[in-house]
């Protein structure tokens, strides 16, 4: 409607979707609309190797639902995905596999450590147990637990999506991280 329109219309306004946009323009920021997209299609990629990863299970399965919040296409290929979800052991010869598939992941790309044996070993604490894939990987979010419930760790998808929004697009994330396979 006009503005003179209004002036002479008495009584409620039309609220029809004709008349609310018109010749409107929407501004915002390319950021904002990105991140906006990331936040609610995050791909996960399912690197599970023990108890954490039936947890995870749980966590996809239609109780909790994962795909509530955005993250329903659970990916097998690591081309494909932007969220590496590590549930589980991790040993010493896995690490060079994991450090591949996180390699193999297009920018931007997230890390959730699930469970005590992902983000510290557990209590494996012998020779052949990598104490903490931050050896490995740089991880953005750690979900305690032995093993952690699957509120826990939709909790953390949660933390990741609120990440989202605090990075611009177009910048290099984690980009000084240098782990144990890294030349």
């Known amino acids: 409607m006009e503005i003179e329109d209004l002036k002479h219309h008495k009584g409620s306004l039309?609220?029809?979707?004709?008349?609310?946009?018109?010749?409107?323009?929407?501004?915002?920021?390319?950021?904002?609309v990105i991140n906006w997209g990331r936040q609610s299609s995050l791909w996960p990629f399912v690197f599970g190797t023990a108890c954490c990863a039936i947890e995870f299970m749980?966590?996809?399965?239609?109780?909790?639902?994962?795909?509530?919040f955005g993250a329903e296409v659970l990916r097998f290929s690591p081309r494909h995905a932007d969220?590496?979800?590590?549930?589980?052991?991790?040993?010493?010869?896995?690490?060079?596999?994991l450090k591949?598939?996180?390699?193999?992941?297009?920018?931007?790309?997230?890390?959730?450590?699930?469970?005590?044996?992902?983000?510290?070993?557990?209590?494996?604490?012998?020779?052949?147990?990598?104490?903490?894939?931050?050896?490995?990987?740089?991880?953005d979010i750690y979900v305690a637990g032995c093993p952690p419930r699957p509120e826990a760790i939709l909790d953390a998808v949660i933390e990741i999506q609120k990440q989202l929004w605090r990075?611009?697009?177009?910048?290099?994330?984690?980009?000084?991280?240098?782990?144990?396979?890294?030349?």
């Open 58 to 68: 749980s966590t996809a399965a239609s109780r909790y639902d994962i795909s509530r």
């Open 14 to 32: 039309n609220l029809s979707a004709d008349s609310l946009l018109g010749d409107s323009v929407v501004v915002t920021k390319v950021d904002a």
């Open 100 to 139: 591949q598939i996180y390699d193999q992941m297009p920018e931007p790309r997230w890390v959730i450590a699930v469970g005590a044996c992902a983000s510290s070993g557990g209590f494996y604490d012998n020779y052949t147990t990598l104490q903490g894939i931050d050896e490995i990987v740089p991880v």
């Open 83 to 97: 969220l590496l979800v590590v549930a589980g052991t991790v040993s010493y010869k896995q690490a060079p596999i």
């Open 167 to 183: 990075e611009p697009t177009l910048e290099a994330r984690k980009s000084g991280f240098k782990g144990r396979l890294d030349e």
